[in-house]
């Protein structure tokens, strides 16, 4: 029996894998894979970051494990898909006051292992220039209507500085994990191909369909946009503003993605990514794809 956990990270095009492999559920099923994704992990039938939230033990946990039992149909193999098991990304929760990113994704990784009986688990991880990762965190937020300013959001912290290798280093010492797969996010569409072969039975990944771009992020346009009327002393609906953004100025009309910071915290940035990605290809138990 295979363990196998997709954890995002956040806007790495997490979506759009989910949304591909939803398409084909009953033939992964078929050949003997369950694949659960966040339409059966938030809310009904099992509200997955609740029972995080609690810790091991806490209330509605046999439950819990008995619907993702359930869920798993009797498929010796399986694969979820969630990335808010790494943690949220509410300005509280994304980094710690030491500036870890997801501060509590090992407590909270260890218990989903627990609650889908056990390891070892291999892991599957998408990493994203830290400048447009925070970005385009902080526009998920935006959308949800709880932030406005991106300097608010940051709480005095550097987007540029490199955060991904002490998160990978945190997970590949949880004893359950035999191994982590990841990859550069700017990278997905050229190593789809190679992703889903690691991910799903032989021979099946051919038959994963190509949907298009999935949970579309706010483009400049539509953030100054939504900026302007926000702050005009109307009374509106944050969440509303921008699902309106998203919908007048989209990436597909030509509009430039969000950039919200200078041209030198983008150079530190991509500058402390490849610092990243050189200590991760030389850690043990981790793979790091590449084209």
Known sequence: MALSIHLGAHKTASTHLQYSLRQVRDRLAEAGLAYIDPNMLRGEPLPLSLILAQGIGGPGEAEARQILQDLRGGCPDLLISEENILGLTHRSRLFSRVGEVYPRATQRLRHVIALAGGGPAVLYLSLRDPASFIVSAFALQVAGGKELDLDAYLCGRDPARAVWAGLVGRLAAIEEVSRIVLWRY????????????????????????????????????????????????????????????????????????????????????????????????????????EP
């Open 186 to 289: 700017e990278d997905y569409p050229a190593l789809r191909p190679r992703l889903l072969e690691r991910l799903l039975p032989a021979g099946l990944a051919a038959e994963v369909p190509d949907p298009p771009p999935a949970n579309v992020s706010l483009t400049q346009t539509g953030y100054e946009w939504l900026l302007r009327r926000a702050m005009s002393g109307q009374d509106l609906d944050l969440r509303v503003l921008a699902r309106r953004a998203r919908q007048r100025f989209p990436p597909a009309a030509g509009h430039a993605p969000l950039r919200l910071l200078d041209d030198e915290t983008y150079a530190r940035s991509a500058s402390s990514y490849a610092q990243d990605i050189a200590a991760l290809r030389a850690m043990p138990r981790v793979e790091v794809l």
